[in-house]
């Protein structure tokens, strides 16, 4: 070998060097994951609340969150994935996303999928077959978004008459026909920390997590009288569970569980800022919130809004 050519092979190794170093996971630094990112759920308790009555701060990204479309019918029964609008559309209704959306250019509104009870009765996850179930909610979802207006969904079943498998494949399919028909934008889950509920999030997470852009944690499903401290171990348990999720804050308006704003919830907030992990913050609900004057969302919009 020529003594030519010994430069030649330096100059190409010490570029393979670099690429390695470049591409290498230890030498990537994250990229500050704070978000001024706001949502609410609305509509469930049928309280007369608008979407005009919320404070809308606009140098946050603020998400609307319609609660519930159930397959359910209004007899209580289910129907393998054909959707029906459960929350107060008199008051949120079609022509009122339209108006609200255009008068804040930061609002989306999405919708959420499931809840807790329908007519007092358990709403139950309970697909006939998976592609039955995926075929008519596909179906029944994009009509109620188109007629809506709407930009997201968010899944909240919290009761299951099927295995974790099954529910990752339908859910899982479903978003992903939503997302490359160009019908949603945006994607989220909103487990809890119970067994059944979690057995059956985190099999949607390990099979379809790249397509789930929040997670809606309901930290407000802790113990009321959660301390500042205890509410940081249990974002950061569930930010390990939903590895690489964008995990939110949350708190119940009415301060029933959970960590209450009165009792440290925005101190635990500045700290997860600190650290470069306040990826926003949810509120149940907006029916609630508006009995006490939404002081909380401003509060909470205010922080998210401030650089740290």
């Known amino acids: 070998m020529s003594n030519m050519a010994l430069p030649k092979l330096k100059l190409i190794f010490t570029l393979f060097f670099l690429q390695t170093l470049l591409t290498s996971p230890t030498s990537i630094q994250a990229a500050p994951a704070n978000s001024n990112l706001f949502r609410e759920y609305i509509g469930a308790k049928f309280k ?29 029964s289910p129907t393998n994935g054909n959707f029906n609008v459960f929350w ?23 919708f959420s999928l499931g809840g807790d009870t329908v007519n007092g009765v358990p709403a139950e996850f309970k697909p006939s077959s998976i592609d039955s179930w995926v075929s008519n909610a596909v179906s029944s979802l994009t009509s109620i978004i188109q007629q ?12 299951f008459s099927a295995d974790p498998d099954t529910f990752a494949e339908c859910i899982g399919r479903l978003i992903t026909t939503l997302k490359n028909n160009g019908v949603i ?8 920390d119970d067994d059944q509920v979690q057995s059956h999030y985190l099999a ?7 397509l789930i852009d929040y997670v809606n944690f309901q930290f407000y499903g802790y113990d009321q009288g959660t301390t500042v401290s205890q ?12 590895n690489g999720g964008k995990v939110l804050a ?19 907030c500045d700290r997860l800022k600190s650290e470069q992990q306040l990826h926003g913050i949810f509120v149940w609900s907006a029916d609630d919130s508006k009995e006490i004057g939404f002081r909380y969302e401003e509060q909470s919009q205010n922080l998210l809004a401030t650089p740290h």
């Open 250 to 268: 949350s708190f119940i308006s009415d301060g029933s569980r959970g960590l209450s704003p009165e009792n440290g919830f925005f101190t635990a």
């Open 48 to 76: 007369n609340v608008k979407f005009s009555d919320v404070p809308i701060n606009p140098n946050v990204e603020f998400h609307f969150i319609l609660s519930f479309a159930i397959d359910y019918d209004t007899s209580s």
């Open 204 to 210: 949607l997470w390990k099979s379809y997590g790249d």
């Open 88 to 110: 107060d559309s008199d008051n949120l209704s079609p022509s009122q996303v339209s108006s609200i959306k255009n008068q804040h250019s930061n609002v989306k509104v999405a």
């Open 185 to 192: 934008s945006f994607a989220s889950i909103a487990p809890f």
């Open 148 to 159: 809506y207006n709407l930009d997201g969904i968010d899944i909240d079943y919290e009761h």
């Open 231 to 242: 509410f940081i171990n249990y974002f950061k348990t569930q930010s390990s569970n939903y």
